[in-house]
């Protein structure tokens, strides 16, 4: 009787697991598209060198 709960548990709990990690996923991935399309637009206005990077953060 034991092992059949905590199989139930071990499978919620999985789940769960997957959720998050697709719901993180899809959070991180939007960061960083919002980063690299801000970057053209805040970029454009400095010199060459600074051009060259990728994503630009503001600090």
Known sequence: M???ASKSAA???LF????LYFIITVIA???VN???ER???TAS???TPARIFP???PL
């Open 2 to 4: 034991a092992s059949g």
């Open 11 to 13: 499978f919620l709990l």
């Open 16 to 19: 769960l697991n997957i959720g």
């Open 29 to 31: 991935s939007w960061a």
């Open 34 to 36: 919002h980063g690299i």
């Open 39 to 41: 970057t053209h637009e």
């Open 45 to 47: 206005v400095l010199s």
């Open 55 to 57: 994503i630009y953060f």
